[in-house]
Structures are given as C-alpha cells and as structure tokens.
C-alpha cells in the first residue's frame, strides 16, 4: 500500500480550511441552489426535503415530479453525503432495479458497468443531460443530484438503452458564500480528501470550485488500489438578472490496480469444466463438494498491472428570459477521455494431468477421499495443486464528445388549454479511438501464467505490452430536432408529449496489424446511417391538488454501433451497417403522491418494456439475413422518499421484475435475463435528535439471485460423444441482504463527526460476475469510514 502523498490539491484543500478569514460571521447553508429561472407554469405548492426533489434538471421536462408520467428517482448530495457514497454505483444503491456486471471476460471498459431493468445502461448515462462516454470511475465530488429515469428515453436524448438512463447534475455557482467540505479515512487505508467553495462577486457573480483527493485500497482485496484527484471550477455571472451565464469545467485523473476478479470455484453451484470426457465429469462434480472457495482476497493478477484514466470536459451554458415565463438556453461542451490498462483475469480451473490422474506415487502425493468411488482408476489429487490460467488483457480507449444544445421553452394559452411547451436543436460529434495492444520482447513462458488456485503468485514476471498498429476508429455525428408540450386541459387533466427527429452517420474504420513486409495494415471501412423518430407521451389525472394517476408509453432506438462506435461485416452481427436499429418500447401505470405538506414523496407504477430485433440469423437463402429477437421486462416498483416526521428522513424503494426472452435462438427462446433480479429492495433512513445534536442512520439492501447465461436449459443434456452437461462454472448468483449504518456528532456549528459502518453482518456475497461465470468481484465486507464534515 502506497502512503497518502501531500499532493498540491490536498496541500490546497487542507490551506482553505486553516484560512480564519474564509470563516464568515452567519452560517450560510452548504446547500445553496443554482439561480435558475424557469418557465412559469402553473404548479402545486412542493417542498423539497434533504431526500426529496421536486423537480429534474432538465428543461425537457416542464413539470413537476408528481405530474411527470414517468418513474424518476433523485438521488440528492445530501442523501449521498450520509452515506458517503463516494462513486456512481455506490450512490445508484439507493434506487432500486439496478445491478453491476463485470462484462464479457470481466474486461469491461466503462468505469460504471450498470445493468438497469435487465438491460445494459453503461452506455447512457449524462452529466448535464450531454452523454458521458468516459471510462473513468464516476465520482460524486461535483455531483449536486443524480437522476435515474427509468424506460425508453429516445424522446429525451436520442439513441439509447431500453431501461432509460442516468443524468449526473453538476455543482454550479449560487450567490450564496459557503465552504464545506470531508476529510475521510476508513478500512483499506482508504483516505478521502474533498472540498466544495462558493464565493459571491459582486451582486450578481460568483466562482465555485470542487476539489476531491483520494487514496488507498478496496475493503476485502489484496493489492487493489484507488488513487484520484480531481479538480472542477465554476465561474457565474448575471445570477438573478435576465441573462445568466455559466462557464465550467472538470479534471479527473486517476491511477489504480485493476480487479481482475477472483476464481468462481468452489462457491455453492458452481461446476467443473465439461470438456473433459463424462467419466471425469463426474468425479470432478462430485468432488466439488469438498473443494474449498479460495480466499476471496486473493490478487490473481500481476504486480504490473495498472489503470490510468484521464477525464477532462469544459462546457459553456447560457440562459436568457426573453419574456416572463419564456427562456432560451444554450449549452456547449467539449470532453475527452484517455484510458489505458493491463488487467489480468482469470479463468476456470485448468484441469490438466496436474489437477488429476493416476497416483504414480501415493506417498508424495496421496489422493484425496472421494464421494464416489473414482472411474477407470482416476484419482483426484490435492486442490492445493490445482491451477487457474490468468488472462492478461491489454486495452486503452479515447474517447472525444463536442456538442451544441439549444432549447426554446415557454408557457401559452389556447382557449381553455394552458401550454407548457419548448423545443430545441441538438449537433454532437462523438469519436472513439481503440488501439489493439500485442506481446513485445520475450513472451513470458506459459507457467507463469498458471496462478495456484489458493497462494496466487503476483510477482511472477508477465509480458510486456505495447501498440501493434492495429486499431479501431469509429464516430457518429448526430443532428436531432426535438419538441415537446404539456397541456393543461383542466385542473385534473394533463396530457405530456414529447417528439425527438434526428439524423445520425456512423462511421468505423478497423486497421489490422501490419504483417511484414507490408508497411501498413488492410483498413476495413463501414458506415451507417439512419434517421430516427423518438416519441413519448403520458395521461395525467389529479384526484386532488397532491396526488396523480397516469399512464404513459414512450419509445427509443439503439442504431448498429450506436453503442460503442463499432460496426461490424458479419452479416448476422447486430452491428452490422445493414441492419435495422433495436427499437425499446415502455408502457407504464403509475400513480404518485406528494403527502404531509408536499415533503413526502410516494410513488408506485406498474411497466413493461420491450426490446425487439435484438438478434440476426441468416435464411433460407444464403444472401438472406433475418432480424429478429425480443425480450420483455414486466414489473412494478414502490417508493417513499422524504420527511415522514420533522428531523426523520426515508429514502426506501422496491422493485419486483419477470424479466423474459419471448422470441430468441432455439437455446435462448423463453429464458430470463441475466442479471435481472426479480426482487431488489433498498432503504435508508435518517433521525436527528436535537438536543443531543446526534444524527443516527439505518441502510439496507436486498438483491435476488441471479443469472449470468441467457439459456433456457442451464442442466444441458449428456453428450454421448463429448460427455457435456449443461453450463460449467457458476451459472446463479445468490441473493444478498446487506445492513449499513451512521452515526453522527454535531461537535460545533463548523464541524461533524460522522460514522458509517457497511455490511454491517460481514455478508459474503457477489457484486458481479463475469458472462462466462469463472471469475466474480467479492462484494465489500464489513468495514467503516470514519469522516470529518466541516462548513463555514
């Protein structure tokens, strides 16, 4: 473990806080508002709590959480302080429906690999409502909110995943002078520095900038580490006048030792590789039951290996009100990411002469007791030899976004029909550059990429990797042209709809890597273009001026490469150029509720979403190529989010989800989705006690078994010829249930002492496992941080 370096962030951060003269006489609130000026339409009286929002950030959507006929969840700073929850995927704990994945070879390259209603979100999610494409692990050190909007979302912001998306909102300038910040250390070493200021200018200008320090280890791991620093200042001007203007920015760099995962075997279900004959099968699978799980600290990589990210974006927004109740704003940004790495993997149990067979000397190596009397005289040796082959996975990716939003909205009256309305244009270039990576100097010989099963050895000497000349390139350039409208028929009845056209062009050009004497590679180049009309639309009816009914149905597409940039030649590849896009659909009932004084949010819906022509597969005649494929997610989530009673404060949902493939191949037709549980639970909740000037907090977290493979029979049949049965490795993840919980001392008016303690039972459990099911990331034990809030 490396030492905690006084880097010059932490030396500034640390200077800020020594400063007397940064104090001011009045304690101003650490959580100031952006001044932003909204169309005035017509609204019930809301209140927001430290859990409850009342509105999202974006303008596409003109009303209120409680007359929006969509399930969006707000994850608010405060309720994300509480539980300090320091990334994305920690905070997204706190709505149900969400799940982790490790990807194909557990070699994803998004830093957030999240699943969301049993489909793949990693690619949707926005900071700003401006897609994010960056590799890099999403911290919450500039987040002020984040919102999950769960279903098709096209009309919102174009090609996307089926489940809907996740919009980060970040920390802008307020006129409102306040310095906060968190000094952490906590299990692992871990050490956490970050800081929030905000200073006024003038009467209508002000600066604010956030800075965040981390170093140390992952709870429960060997040798993994996370080291970061980031940086994001704001400039304001014109706050509280017509014409407001921001400028802001954010760096993040951050270097760590990747997770290649830990071996699968021996954990309850899972099973030995099936391509050794039927006879062996047998015995290894009977012998399961007493082959221990290795530690699930182990470290199966190399002491080499290495993440470096680097995540730079710069964006200009300005609002201006051009008469009361209408507003243009413009939105420009520029953003890149860089990411390099060497991950080692690993995979099932290497069955080999040396894992088992005849006893050539019993003495020095004696056999082990067998379950079942062994076939043809095969005598299963001691697990402590058994090996597992490690997969070292050399990557890099650079991602680039330039983009231009410009939005009209406004309020209108036709007769009887008040109109909450706007429209915009939208222009964005995305490139993906993708380097292959090959072996340079001597190859390492082939032992040492064999781990022992239980003493791994991570100073064993790997290759060297570097740039072979192969690559991919791929962009999309994107102009779309959206409307939207809320109309307010009567005082009861509202009708929300909402229309995206856009116009995309997709081009990938792989490189392949020079072969001698050739002095360049053979370039394939492939393009695809379309356009796509993305539509929503919802009923409201309000039995009272709190309260709601609705029902909505909403569209999205998800054009070949639209994902990843990369389209392929194979003609049954759903990437390929010839293809029709995937379209997702969502038919929603819900019904929401703004209880005791508008500070208690409860909502509950019913949806079903669909994906079709998710699969290719060739004909009758061989220039043929049938599109077909169609999964259903049915379900219905509960929520209760704000203040039940004054200083007490609940953020609780539940999620029930029947996740199936109605149409696929003939081993896919009628299974479930992997990685969609059907029950996911979430709590937390919060009580203050005045006079002691104590804060006290209670988590949970419940997620259902799952699976890893998409067949509808995971048992297989024997072969007579190979002895297959069914999947190898581990096929389901077991359901969890983990207890968090906080305590926390107002020591001063400047300082709180805060507690959080995770897992609080010490739960092992699974928070992802690869596709393959041979490696899985151990979910974090019972561990604490220990954090120091300070505000001025």
Do not use: C
Request: zero cysteines.
């Amino acid at each position: 473990m490396t030492m905690f370096r006084m880097t010059p962030l932490a030396a500034a951060v640390l200077a800020v806080y020594a400063v007397p003269g940064m104090a001011q006489a009045a304690e101003p609130s650490a959580t100031a508002e952006r001044a932003v000026a909204l169309p005035a339409v017509k609204v019930e009286d809301s209140v927001e709590t430290p859990y409850k929002a009342d509105k999202v950030q974006s303008p596409k959507f003109s009303e209120p959480l409680v007359n929006t006929p969509q399930t969006i969840t707000v994850i608010k700073k405060e309720l994300i302080q509480e539980r300090v929850a320091t990334t994305l995927t920690e905070a997204l704990r706190n709505t149900p429906g969400i799940t982790l994945q490790q990807g194909e070879n557990g070699n994803s390259t998004s830093g957030d690999a999240i699943s969301m209603r049993g489909f793949d979100t990693q690619n949707s999610i926005f900071i700003d409502n401006i897609r994010d494409l960056g590799t890099a692990v999403r911290d919450t050190f500039n987040i002020e909110q984040i919102e999950v909007v769960k279903g098709p979302s096209g009309a919102d912001n174009g090609r996307g995943a089926t489940s809907g998306y996740i919009n980060l909102s970040s920390k802008l300038p307020s006129l409102e002078d306040f310095r906060a910040g968190t000094i952490s250390y906590g299990s692992a070493e871990r050490r956490r520095v970050t800081a929030d200021l905000n200073q006024s200018i003038g009467s209508n200008s002000a600066v604010r900038l956030n800075l965040l320090g981390q170093d140390g280890g992952v709870a429960g791991r060997d040798h993994i580490e996370r080291q970061s620093w980031g940086v994001a200042p704001s400039i304001a001007f014109g706050l509280d006048t017509p014409t407001r203007v921001y400028l802001f920015s954010q760096h993040i760099q951050q270097n760590n030792t990747p997770d290649g995962g830990v071996p699968t075997v021996g954990l309850s279900g899972y099973r030995f590789s099936n391509s050794v004959p039927q006879p062996i099968q047998q015995t290894l699978d009977a012998a399961d039951r007493d082959v221990a799980a290795p530690d699930s600290k182990n470290f199966y990589g190399f002491a080499q290996d290495f993440e470096d990210i680097d995540a730079n974006m710069f964006t200009a927004k300005i609002e201006h009100d051009l008469a009361p109740g209408v507003a243009v704003r413009n939105t420009a940004r520029y953003g890149k990411s860089e990411q390099q790495r060497v991950l080692t993997g690993v995979n099932a149990v290497t069955v080999t002469d040396g894992a088992f067979g005849q006893n050539a000397d019993p003495a020095a190596n004696p056999p082990r007791p067998e379950p079942t009397p062994p076939p043809d005289g095969l005598t299963l040796r001691d697990p402590s030899a058994y090996t597992v082959a490690r997969s070292v996975q050399a990557t890099g990716r650079t991602n680039e976004i330039m983009t231009n939003q410009t939005n009209l909205t406004g309020t209108l009256k036709t007769g009887i029909v008040e109109h909450a309305l706007g429209g915009g244009l939208e222009f964005i270039y995305e490139k993906q550059f993708t380097p292959a990576y090959a072996v340079v100097g001597d190859a390492t010989p082939t032992a040492n990429l064999q781990a022992n099963l239980y003493n791994p050895d991570r100073n064993a000497t790997r290759a060297n990797y570097a740039r072979n000349g192969a690559y991919t390139d791929g962009q999309t350039i994107t102009t779309a042209v959206y409307l939207f409208d809320t109309l307010h028929i009567t005082d009861r009845w509202l009708v929300n709809g909402s229309l995206r056209w856009e116009r995309y062009e997709t081009e990938t050009q792989t490189v392949a890597a020079p072969v001698a004497p050739a002095t360049s590679g053979l370039a394939t180049r492939l393009e695809a273009a379309d356009n796509l009309l993305s539509w929503k639309t919802g009923v409201v009816y309000k039995p009272t001026a709190i309260s709601s009914v609705y029902v909505s149905y909403a569209n999205s597409f998800q054009p070949p490469g639209g994902a990843n940039f990369s389209l392929s030649a194979t003609s049954t590849n759903i990437a390929n150029p010839n293809l029709d896009p995937t379209e997702a659909t969502n038919a929603e009932v819900g019904t929401k509720w703004d209880l005791f004084g508008g500070k208690l949010a409860a909502t509950a819906a019913l949806f079903q979403s669909t994906n079709k022509n998710e699969l290719a597969r060739a004909g009758d005649n061989p220039d043929q190529v049938i599109q077909f494929g169609k999964r259903e997610v049915k379900g219905v989530e509960l929520a209760l989010v704000g203040e039940v009673l004054p200083n007490w404060n609940v953020s609780a949902g539940v999620t029930r989800q029947d996740a199936e493939i109605t149409e696929g191949t003939e081993t896919s037709d009628g299974a479930g989705a992997r990685f969609t549980p059907e029950w996911n639970a979430t709590l937390w909740t919060t009580y203050r006690v005045v006079p002691y000037r104590l804060q006290f907090g209670v988590g949970a977290q419940y997620v259902d078994s799952q699976v890893r493979s998409e067949t509808n029979n995971p048992n297989g049949s024997v072969s007579a010829t190979t002895g297959q049965v069914g999947l190898t490795n581990l096929y389901k993840v077991d359901g969890y249930t983990l207890i968090d919980a906080m305590v926390a001392y107002e020591a001063t008016k400047n300082l709180t002492v805060q507690l959080n303690g995770y897992n609080l039972f010490d739960e092992d459990y699974i928070a992802a496992i690869n596709n393959g099911g041979s490696r899985y990331l151990p979910g974090t034990p019972a561990s604490y941080l220990l954090s120091l809030n300070l505000k001025f």
